[in-house]
T-cell receptor, first 112, second 113 residues
C-alpha cells in the first residue's frame, strides 16, 4: 500500500530534550515536506526537500532541522524543543511539487 | 508569493442542505495547481481533488463539485445534500510549478442531523 508513515503518533516530552520524528514513504517520491498545524493558523510548512541531500526552509523553520540522506526518509529533528513547538505535525510526499500530495497520519507533539 | 484565503472560518448547516466553501488564491505564475483536502475529526488529511491552471472545467464527484474560475482566482467547493459524515475541516491549497504547497487556514464544516 502506498503510504507515508510517521512515528510516533503521539509524543509528550520536556523542554530541551532532543527528539526526532521519523517520516518514510514507499512511493519513490522525489519531494517531501514537513508541516505543522496550529489552531487558527492552518498548516504551515517547516522544511521541504526536492531530492536526496537537497533541503530548504519553509515558512517556519526556526527550531527545527531535517535531513534527506535517502529518498524514502525525511526525519524532523527538534534539537531543543520548547513549549511553542507543541503542535500537530504532518509529513507529506509527492512525485513533484504540483502533483497530488500524500500525507502521513500526523504526530501530535506536546512539549512541557 | 502565493497565498490562499478561506474567508469562512466555520459553517453550520443542517443535514441535506447544500453548502459551498469558498477559496480565493493569489499567484503570479501561469502554471499552478489547486487542491482541496478534508480533515475529519480523526485528524488525518484526505486528498479530495487536484486541478491545474490550464483546466477550468468544473468537476463533479458524487455529492461533491468544484468550480474553478481563473477570472476571479477562485476554486470553490460545493457539497450537495450534506451529511453528518461531511463534518470536518476543509483546506484549500495552492502549489506553483516549482514551489511548495501553501494552505488556506481552513473552513470547519458542522453538519447537524
Amino acid at each position: 500500500e502506498a503510504q507515508v508513515t510517521q512515528n510516533p503518533r503521539y509524543l509528550i516530552t520536556v523542554t530541551g530534550k532532543k527528539l526526532t520524528v521519523t517520516c518514510s514513504q514507499n512511493m519513490n517520491h522525489e519531494y517531501m515536506s514537513w508541516y505543522r498545524q496550529d489552531p487558527g493558523l492552518g498548516l504551515r510548512q517547516i522544511y521541504y526537500s526536492m531530492n536526496v541531500e537537497v533541503t530548504d526552509k519553509g515558512d517556519v523553520p526556526e527550531g527545527y532541522k531535517v535531513s534527506r540522506k535517502e529518498k524514502r526518509n525525511f526525519p524532523l529533528i527538534l534539537e531543543s524543543p520548547s513549549p511553542n513547538q507543541t503542535s500537530l505535525y504532518f509529513c507529506a510526499s509527492s512525485l513533484f511539487p504540483g502533483d497530488g500530495y500524500t500525507f502521513g497520519s500526523g504526530t501530535r507533539l506536546t512539549v512541557v | 508569493a502565493q497565498k490562499v484565503t478561506q474567508a469562512q472560518t466555520e459553517i453550520s448547516v443542517v443535514e441535506k442542505e447544500d453548502v459551498t466553501l469558498d477559496c480565493v488564491y493569489e499567484t503570479r505564475d501561469t502554471t499552478y495547481y489547486l487542491f482541496w483536502y478534508k480533515q475529519p475529526p480523526s485528524g488525518e488529511l484526505v486528498f479530495l481533488i487536484r486541478r491545474n491552471s490550464f483546466d477550468e472545467q468544473n468537476e463533479i464527484s458524487g455529492r461533491y463539485s468544484w468550480n474553478f474560475q481563473k477570472s476571479t482566482s477562485s476554486f470553490n467547493f460545493t457539497i450537495t445534500a450534506s451529511q453528518v459524515v461531511d463534518s470536518a475541516v476543509y483546506f484549500c491549497a495552492l502549489s506553483e510549478a516549482r514551489s511548495t504547497l501553501t494552505f488556506g487556514k481552513g473552513t470547519m464544516l458542522l453538519v447537524s442531523p
